[in-house]
Every structure is written in C-alpha cells, then in structure tokens.
C-alpha cells in the first residue's frame, strides 16, 4: 500500500466528531490482518458494536503463502476472529467477513478489492462506518474511504501482532496468554501441534539468524537481486524453493547479484543456473520488459530491491529443464494456473509476475 499525503490524527479525529456519533448505523467496517487477533483487536470490536447492528471484518493478506509474518489463512483467522467474538456474547450473526489479498504494487486493486467484498454485503446501503485508530502512517488507508463516515475507536494499545508472534514462535506461549483472548490462545496451542507450526519456527530461526549476521554493519543493509519472469507458449517458467526462507514455495529463477556483473546478467545467469534451461536459450534478445520491485517489506530477510525481467520466448515447443542450484525442482506452469494461485508463491513473485503479464 502507497502511503497518502500524511495528515494529522487530530484533524481525521475532528471530522469524525458529530451528534451522530450516538446513532446506530447499519454496518461497520474495520480493517486489519489480525495475524493472530489479540485483545485490543477484541476491545475495538466490542466497542464498534455498540455503534453498528453488522460489523464486516475486511481479512487482509489473504491468498497468501505462509510465512512467520503471515502464518495463518484467511479462512483460519476468519474461524478465530469468529470464536474469539462468541466467546464474549457476541452473535455469530452480527458479523460479516471480507478476505483480500495483498497487491504491493498497485493500490487502486487492493481500494477496489476492498470496496466491492463490503458492497457485497451492504447490497447498496450508504449507512457504513469505519472503525479505527490514527495511530502513524501505517493508518493512511483511514482516509482512503470517504463515503464511509470514520469512527475512531477510543481503544489504544501498545499490544502488536509483531509481539504475539515473536512470543508465539519462541515458544513462550504464557506471555502469549496474556496477549490475546481465550478463543485465539487455545487456537494457537492446537496449531503448534501441527507440521506447519514447525515449518514456521524452522523459518523464524532462520531468519532470526539472518538477521543477526548484520547486526554490527554501521548502515543498514539493502540487498540487490533479480528475478526472470520467462515465458513460452502460455506457460511461465517457475522453480521451487529447496531451502529457507520460503522452502516449498514458487519462485521465479532469481538471486544475489554478484560483484562485477551487471543486472542482465544476473538475471540470466540465475535462470540458467536454477532451471538448467539451454545456454543456447538467448534470454538476452528475448527481453521484453524490465522494472523495479521495492516494496519495503517484500522480503522477511531484510531490506531487498529486486530487478525483474520479462522474458518471452515466444511459441513452440517448451525448452527441457533440470533443476539445479539451491532449486528443488524446474518447471513449466500455465499461465491460468499460476496468476490463479498467490497463495504458492513466495514474497511477491506472484504479484510481479502479474506486473508483466498483466499489462495492457
């Protein structure tokens, strides 16, 4: 998401303040990934239905892979967002859930994804509020709604999702407990059971480790990749991920730029070697389109930039691979199949995928 022109919290906080503020509207609107929900997230809810007969949950980040920073489905945070509220009296009947993906590089999607789950809903009621808090920068999307009148919520917690995780994957499951409701801690306790809970910690670790590995640098590091979008035939060439981060995951061939060597080259020079594609395969005269991709938090690692190119090789035949490398396997997938399932993919190669095969 692009942050908006940064306005004051007092000024958005101002709007909002009416004699209305009494009346009970139709439907509320509240926003958040709820990865996992913790007790303010329960604390707004509350509140916001004391002011709305319907309150529509928006699930962010759905339709994406697991990771430490996103581990749980939209569907699962949908059924603990569910028993978390039934377990204060709450009526099932009373909330209404909308799940939407992430689209780092084009807001407009993620705006529309956003308004058409609530429409489906509201079935043409312009009587909506939305439910949240001003808190940074982070909160810009507050202001990205005009037609539904903004409700502030007069819940403030310093209780983060980032801490629940932390604590929930260094297995310290009591400070968990006092962290988030009943509903969630015993969803949390059953999860760990689990082969992706492990999975999960197994990644945590590594990151934590990655991370570590740079802590005495003087400057905060920025790493430089790239990645090769190659397509043929109406399939696109993908490899998956053998080790961590990501292991499992769809990826487009890709890599740490090296010294001496440009970003083409790079680029090419990855895709070889990870898919084990024909050195006699020009990649370089079948260039179609390069950009940038530098969303912020595309990579759990740290702070990474990656140069994507599109390569198309046209019709024909689909040129023989052989996974290599730190790939567990090569492969031709159609082009429906692959734009059809985010949720494979690792970071946001789906969404830059998207970029090239979806322009007009």
């Known amino acids: 998401m692009v942050p908006l022109p940064t306005e004051s919290a007092a000024a958005l906080a101002r709007e909002s303040a009416s004699p209305s503020r009494t009346r009970k509207r139709t439907f509320g609107v509240y926003i958040g990934r709820f990865e996992p929900p913790h007790m303010a997230h329960l604390l707004v809810m509350q509140e916001a239905l004391e002011s709305v007969q319907k309150l529509i949950v ?51 999607l993620w705006l529309g994804a956003v308004q058409r789950g609530v429409q489906a809903h509201t079935h043409g009621s312009s009587d909506v509020a939305l439910i949240g808090h001003v808190k940074d920068e982070s909160s810009y999307y507050l202001r990205s709604f005009p037609a539904w009148e903004f409700i502030p919520t007069h819940v403030v917690s310093p209780l983060s999702a980032t801490d629940v995780r932390k604590a929930y994957f260094e297995d310290r499951l009591d400070d968990v407990r006092g962290m988030v409701p009943p509903a969630v801690h015993a969803f949390l306790d059953a999860f760990r059971a689990l082969p992706e809970y492990t999975e999960l910690r197994e ?50 061939p890709g890599g740490f730029l090296e010294p001496g060597e440009t970003l083409l080259h790079c680029a090419v020079r990855e895709a070889h070697e990870e898919t084990g594609l024909s050195e006699g395969v020009n990649l370089a005269g079948a260039l179609r389109a390069q950009a940038v991709f530098d969303y912020p938090d595309r990579s759990q690692r740290g702070r990474t930039i990656t140069h994507a190119y599109h390569f198309d090789l046209g019709i024909g035949q689909l040129p023989v691979l052989r996974a290599a ?26 969404a830059i995928i998207e970029h090239f095969l979806m322009r007009g």
């Open 58 to 108: 928006v699930i962010g980040s759905a339709e994406a892979a697991r990771n430490t920073k996103n581990p749980f489905t939209a569907s699962e945070r949908e059924a603990v967002l569910t028993a978390m509220l039934e377990g204060v009296g709450i009526k099932k009947s009373r909330l209404l859930f909308v799940h939407v993906r992430d689209y780092f590089y084009n807001e407009g």
């Open 203 to 252: 990644e945590y670790q590594y990151l934590q480790a990655y991370r570590a590995a740079w802590k005495d640098a003087p400057f905060a590091p920025v790493f430089v990749t790239t990645d090769a979008v190659i397509t043929r035939s109406g399939h696109v060439l993908l490899v998956r991920r053998a080790g961590l981060p990501g292991r499992g995951r769809l990826a487009m």
């Open 325 to 350: 490398s730190d790939a567990a396997e090569a492969f031709w997938l159609p082009l429906s199949e692959a734009l059809a399932h985010p949720e494979l993919f690792f970071e946001d190669h789906h």
